[in-house]
């Protein structure tokens, strides 16, 4: 019989995790819960939560006892190692000696016992990932109690997983179906502005060439010099309908059209879902009974171009050429790359006549066709795979029809579409994180040099396409030029720039920087108008300073090396959660800012070291943003709300894990809760093994703390806060420290 004690640990356990499912469904804060609760049951000092990715491998999330490096890179296939063993089996294994185990033989070198837990979090016979848990710190073997605990909570992890993945894939493509309503809706007002000025436009000439007909057939007699005057009339007006018209189709060209596709790298395998999920194509399908069947490699080619374009292209192919099955016909899709191109094959069971190859080879202008749906369906197909730059074939093999559309593969077009995704990314971000309305990204063009603007929020589509700075023009140029920084915060004041007062732009302060990789400058940075019409400060140039150094730091990665697409992913998604949090932080606006930056000017730390601190305190608790407001509300926390507040430095961590390069910011916001007498947490750090920076934040975190509201404890004021942490320095705070605080505490 199980004893009392395991029982209620059980049970806990099961509350616990339950607790965490209605109280965030952010996959880094349950993971880290999940590990937490592992670590903590079995008296174990080292752990893991690995994952499954896109590309079949093991990674870890999120690890205790293990080094930051590795956590990034550690990457093992299935039936690797003994992660890989268990997540290929899909049984937890215990092992107390592994020198006497015959099925593993790898070194454990980072581990100071031969024992270990290793067991599959397993979800509807579908692997997640593998939770592992090493070293107790009594150095003794794992129990079978302590075992049977790891199973339990691997078991109501995948619950918590399981529902985490279906939320978050649910906001991912609320998040897409979003994007495509607005390109909808912008396309619409975009056709009826469009259709309103060539109305416009036309009208004229159209009017003055009907009147002097209208007046030609209407006259009794007209001599012949009137004659010549109205027919000179209808042929200027007719010219100028025809430069309309000519303007029309200029303005249709495929290079304006390329231009407007908003090329990311997709997963062949999401458009075959998405457009095999089209109704109207079921329909069609239906029908007639027509089958399709997919047949693709193992792991299906990424391709840059339009997601949507792209699935309309699929959708209008299948639908086009099913005019031509008959019931009970059968479709064939083939997927496949060579060193060249990807290769998508259709091929239908039936051949096709040779006229109709020959319309799908040869549809330039669809006002040139007896328009049937099927062939206006075939036309925009062909248009969708034109304005990609990629190829259509289509011929009769052995009495069936084969469409072949050949992708080329680009490195430098997939680079740029990275590129331009994590600009995005970084304007984003900083318009939030400075409440600006307008910032933009420009980069030096590679057959004129000149600045053109490649990202951008707050700025037209006009002055987007429009824009074009050389090197040493205006303020975007000197920058450029000069590879130095700008911040001004009058710019009629300013004497450097004094004429370049902007309409565009409302407000006369502003931040502008040069993008360096390998400290050459290839672009500018561009920030302005604060909504709260503020000036921008020195501590804003830093911060940008900052998030622009490590920006450049991963686009200099993608030029130098060839980064994998699980690397790429890890950075984006890393910059999106990122993103994601900083929209819901409360604590963006503080003072707590600009208290570090004072404190680190009284503490005399050199600039660098001034911009990271800085740069920490804008987010070092973003890891509470995933833990629902309910629980930061409560007026009495539980011991299940209290492990979940714990846990947000591991959060913050996690969240920048991707986009953070620097160990140094990662340790100050890990650690920024431990106490200098060695009792707070995570790890119990003592003294000056707790990172500086870290020191630092506790004292400023904790005095903001103690004056602010919270409904779980008492609202200090100014005085009586700076007298709680005098009391408590060389207890919890750095002495050192505290007295520099108090000293620039009075300003605030």
């Given at each position: ?481 000069s590879g130095e920084s700008v911040l001004v915060t009058d710019i009629n004041s300013d004497y450097r720039f004094a004429k370049e007062s902007i309409p565009q732009y409302t407000s ?12 050459r400058t290839v672009g500018v940075v561009n920030i302005t108008n604060k909504k709260d019409a503020e000036v921008f400060a020195l501590k804003d140039l830093m911060i940008a300073s ?203």
């Amino acid at each position: 019989m199980e004893s009392p004690e395991l029982i209620e640990k059980k049970l806990s356990i099961l509350q616990e995790i339950t607790t965490a499912i209605v109280t965030t469904n952010n996959i880094s804060t349950i993971a880290n819960l999940i590990l937490e609760l592992a670590i903590n049951y079995t008296n174990a000092e080292k752990g893991s939560v690995m994952l499954l990715n896109e590309s079949g491998e093991l990674y870890i999330l999120t690890a205790r006892g293990i080094d930051i490096n590795l956590i990034n890179s550690y990457r093992i296939k299935i039936g690797e190692g003994i992660a890989g063993f268990v997540a290929k089996t899909m049984t937890p294994i215990m092992v107390e000696d592994i020198d006497k185990d015959t099925r593993f033989k790898e070194k454990r070198d980072r581990y100071k016992t031969r024992a270990f837990i290793s067991c599959p979090i397993i979800s509807r016979d579908k692997l997640l990932g593998v939770l592992n848990i090493n070293d107790k710190k009594d150095n003794m073997p794992f129990s079978e109690d302590e075992f049977d605990l790891i199973k339990i909570i691997a078991n109501q992890a995948a619950i918590a997983l399981e529902n985490a993945f279906l939320v978050s894939e649910l906001m991912s493509k609320t998040v897409e179906l979003e994007e495509i309503n607005k390109k909808l809706i912008d396309t619409d007002i975009a056709k009826t502005e469009f259709l309103t000025r060539i109305s416009h436009e036309l009208r004229t000439p159209l009017n003055s060439i009907k009147g002097a007909i209208y007046y030609l057939q209407t006259a009794d007699s007209v001599e012949r010099k009137k004659q010549k005057e109205f027919h000179e009339i209808i042929n200027v007006e007719t010219e100028k309908v025809i430069n309309i018209i000519e303007n029309l189709l200029d303005f249709l060209r495929i290079e304006d059209e390329s231009r407007l596709l908003k090329k990311s790298i997709i997963d062949l395998s999401e458009i075959i879902n998405s457009f095999l999920d089209s109704i109207t194509l079921k329909n069609i399908l239906a029908r007639k009974n027509i089958h399709i069947n997919i047949k693709k490699e193992e792991v299906a080619p990424k391709i840059i171009g339009d997601k949507i374009k792209v699935t309309q292209l699929f959708i209008n192919l299948i639908e086009g050429l099913s005019k031509f099955l008959e019931p009970n016909d059968r479709i064939d899709m083939f997927f496949y790359e060579d060193n060249k191109n990807i290769i998508v094959r259709l091929q239908l069971s039936v051949a096709l006549p040779d006229e109709i190859i020959y319309d799908i080879l040869n549809l330039k202008n669809i006002f040139q066709l007896e328009s049937s749906e099927d062939k206006l369906k075939l036309y925009l197909a062909s248009k969708i795979v034109e304005i990609h730059g990629w190829k259509l074939l289509a011929e009769n093999i052995n009495n069936s029809f084969i469409a072949t559309i050949l992708i080329p593969k680009s490195e430098k077009q997939r680079v740029e579409v990275i590129q331009d995704r994590i600009f995005q990314l970084y304007v984003d971000f900083i318009s939030e994180l400075f409440n600006a309305n307008i910032c933009s990204v420009m980069l030096s063009e590679d057959i004129t040099g000149d600045l053109i603007i490649k990202s951008a929020r707050g700025l037209s589509e006009e002055i987007i396409r429009k824009t074009r700075i050389k090197f040493g023009d205006r303020i975007a140029g000197w920058v450029a030029l000069s590879g130095e920084s700008v911040l001004v915060t009058d710019i009629n004041s300013d004497y450097r720039f004094a004429k370049e007062s902007i309409p565009q732009y409302t407000s006369r302060s502003f931040i502008s920087l040069p993008l360096k990789i390998k400290d050459r400058t290839v672009g500018v940075v561009n920030i302005t108008n604060k909504k709260d019409a503020e000036v921008f400060a020195l501590k804003d140039l830093m911060i940008a300073s900052i998030l622009t150094e490590r920006v450049s730091h991963f686009i200099e990665t993608l030029y130098t090396r060839a980064c994998t697409d699980t690397e790429i992913k890890y950075y984006i998604d890393s910059f999106e959660s990122m993103l994601k949090a900083l929209q819901r932080y409360h604590k963006k606006n503080s003072l707590l800012p600009n208290m570090m930056l004072k404190l680190m000017e009284g503490l005399n730390v050199p600039e660098k070291d001034k911009a990271i601190a800085l740069y920490v305190s804008m987010i070092y608790d973003l890891g509470l943003v995933p833990i629902y407001e309910s629980v930061l509300k409560k007026e009495n926390l539980v011991s299940s709300d209290i492990r979940m507040i714990k846990l947000h430095p591991h959060n913050t961590v996690n969240i920048i894990n991707g986009f953070e390069f620097s160990d140094e910011v990662k340790k100050a916001i890990l650690h920024h809760h431990e106490k200098y007498d060695g009792t707070g947490y995570p790890m119990g750090l003592k003294g000056k093994d707790i990172p500086f920076i870290s020191r630092a934040l506790f004292i400023i975190d904790s005095y903001c703390a103690m004056i602010s509201e919270k409904p779980y404890k008492k609202t200090y004021t100014r005085e009586e806060a700076i007298k709680e942490i005098k009391k408590k320095a060389g207890i919890w705070y750095d002495p050192d420290i505290v007295e520099a605080f108090e000293r620039i505490v009075q300003v605030f």
